[in-house]
């Protein structure tokens, strides 16, 4: 009994971890939780501390050590365990593992949220139609592959005349 | 201009994210640190391709380098993907979604510049032509590879002669260019980038790179 006492409290605190993880929001996407984007791989309390799994968007995203702080300070918030950070790279993140609601988020702020990522083998560039964000036209293109970071390219709508980022199917 | 500058800088971005990946990795089994490996090292000890150690030039220099090294990039790390090495193959699955993208941009340069105007076709076939002799060594495998390849750790080098040249073969065909005349390339024998012979360039690039951590050794970032 004891021992179930004691993982039930386990799986409390994890939840309770998980869920101040889902207040922790990308710097470079400040209006998405690194739980929405997919970056959260595994969290778990055990007895003497919570290890975070995480996995980067990008190898050279910028934002990756900011990110790490600032999920320390979110578990560190709801327990006094000691707070370990693995990072795992397989499989490799993709844009797929976004979540829906943060797509509609993504919309909301002016960011198109990225199209299905390409499978894995395909070695055909397909190009799907990109919805703006702002007037909601399919009549859109790409100005840049890159934009302002490195999950985002930059597009332009031909209706409303307005730029507009596009998260990168990844 | 600015947009390309960012695409520039991007790419740079997720190729240093890589090599902090590799660092990490060859740290745990040598035991120098990322940081002494990447500023610490003299010109002789990098391994690197003469190819990725040219000069900027001009924007058809620059984006014939990129192109001609993410085509090798894509075909190297699908292999190195498959790697028995859980690590290595983890390093290469992930950087290849990043590869791809790169050698799509690249690929687009190379056919909008090189079909574009009289001067932006002079200049990217010129481009292609001064570094064609550079892309040799990439095919190149070393003695000390072969147990690794057999092995199947390391990537057969060999092997990625026929599709990469495939694959640039048409992307120059539709670019409007055409393979260099002269087909010498560097494939070297105990003296290339691969050996640590280099060209002068990398000297300068690492100088660069180099001073602030060797001016103050203890500095922090």
Known sequence: ?170 | MLEEDIASANVGLDLLGQARLWFAYASEIDGRSEDRFAYFRESDDFRNLLLVEQPNGNYADTVARQYLFDQWHVLLLAQLATSRDTRIASIAAKALTEARYHVERSSGWVVRLGDGTDVSNARMQAAIDALWTHTGEMFVVDEGERPLIEGRIAADGESLRAPWLAAVRSVLAEATLVEPADSWMQATNGGGGRQGVHSEHLSRLLAEMQVLPRTHPDARW
């Open chain 1, 1 to 170: 009994m004891i021992h179930d006492d004691r993982s039930a409290a386990f799986d409390a605190l994890t939840a309770a971890a998980w869920s101040a993880l889902g207040d922790v929001l990308d710097p470079e996407l400040p209006v998405v939780s690194i739980v929405e984007l997919g970056i959260v791989r595994d969290l778990t309390c055990g007895r003497d501390e919570c290890v975070v799994t995480l996995t980067p968007t990008y190898s050279g995203c910028p934002a990756t050590r900011v990110i790490e702080a600032e999920v320390r300070a979110a578990v560190s918030r709801v327990t006094d365990q000691a707070v370990r950070i693995e990072t795992v790279l397989a499989p490799a993140w993709s844009s797929d593992w976004i979540a829906p609601e943060a797509r509609a988020k993504l919309a909301a702020a002016g960011i198109a949220p990225p199209g299905q990522a390409r499978a894995a083998a395909s070695t055909i560039a397909l190009r799907e139609a990109i919805h703006c964000p702002h007037c909601g036209s399919l009549a859109t293109e790409e100005l840049a592959r890159f934009g302002s970071t490195a999950c985002k390219a930059q597009y332009r709508c031909r209706d409303c005349r307005e730029p507009f980022d596009y998260f990168k199917p990844h």
